[in-house]
């Protein structure tokens, strides 16, 4: 399995940032793997934004959730992510990573992709 996140690189303070993730060598929709968004912001730790799981069901982390939206295209198995009103606080390396429903550890990550917001 392999996860490719890709995105916008720069983007300016107030706009809507939109990530995508593709995922190949398997299925977004297989029992039972739940896919996260993650981010981790410059000389910080990583923080978990938001997840789908295979069967659609979406859950966020309660400080992002009024700007973040998670969504998938289960015909291309690609999972994305807004974050809308953007500020400089947002700049961070995201990345897209699975986790394992029999052992509720993430197996696989994406590379991330580096997002900074600047006017």
């Known amino acids: 399995v392999q996860l490719q996140e890709s995105g916008p690189g720069l983007v300016k303070p107030s706009q809507t940032l939109s990530l995508t993730c593709t995922v190949s060598?398997?299925?977004?929709?297989?029992?039972?793997?739940?896919w996260s968004w993650i981010r981790q912001p410059p000389g910080k730790g990583l923080e978990w934004m938001a997840g789908?799981?295979?069967?659609?069901?979406?859950n966020y982390n309660p400080s992002l959730k009024s700007r973040t939206s998670i969504s998938r295209d289960t015909s291309n198995d690609q999972i994305s992510l807004q974050l809308m009103s953007v500020t400089p606080e947002d700049t961070a390396m995201y990345y897209c990573?699975?986790?394992?429903?029999?052992?509720?550890?993430?197996?696989?990550w994406g590379q991330g992709t580096q997002v900074t917001v600047s006017s």
């Open positions: 060598g398997g299925s977004i929709t297989s029992k039972y793997f739940f």
């Open positions: 789908i799981s295979y069967d659609g069901t979406t």
């Open positions: 990573a699975r986790i394992d429903g029999s052992t509720w550890a993430y197996d696989y």
